[in-house]
C-alpha cells in the first residue's frame, strides 16, 4: 500500500515505467516497491475528442497520509512519470484511508 489506480494510459504504457516509478515513490514514501499496487482501468471514453492526441491521465492514490511534503513529492513523481509517456494533463487525487477502517486479512490496522 499506496495503491495506485490510472485512468486515461494503456496498461502497455503504464508499465514500461511502473517499475521506476515504484522505486521513486518507495524512497519518498520509505518503504519497500512491494508495497504498491498499480493498476489502471480499460475505459472508454465517451464524452470529448479522444482522437485529439492529447492524453489525459487521472490518477486515484489511495494510502495513510503521509504528511503534505510526502504528498507533494509522490504527486510530482507521478506527474512527471506520464508526462514522460506524452500524457498532456496529468491529475492526482490522494483518498486517506483511516487505520480502523483499513483490513487486512480481516483485521484492522
Not at 524512497?27 to 512491494?34: E, F, H, K, N, R
Request: aromatic share 12%; glycine share 8%.
Amino acid at each position: 500500500m499506496p495503491h495506485l489506480l490510472f485512468r486515461g494510459v494503456t496498461a502497455d504504457r503504464l508499465r514500461a515505467v511502473s517499475a521506476p516509478l515504484a522505486e521513486t515513490l518507495a524512497d519518498i514514501c520509505d518503504c519497500g516497491t512491494d508495497n504498491f499496487t498499480i493498476s489502471c482501468l480499460n475505459e472508454t471514453s465517451v464524452y470529448g475528442d479522444p482522437t485529439d492526441g492529447s492524453m489525459f491521465v487521472f490518477v486515484e492514490v489511495g494510502w495513510f497520509d503521509r504528511g503534505l511534503q510526502t504528498r507533494n513529492d509522490f504527486a510530482i513523481a507521478v506527474t512527471q512519470s506520464m508526462q514522460k509517456l506524452g500524457a498532456a494533463e496529468v491529475e492526482v487525487v490522494f483518498i486517506a484511508y483511516r487505520e480502523d477502517s483499513y483490513y487486512v486479512n480481516g483485521t484492522p490496522c
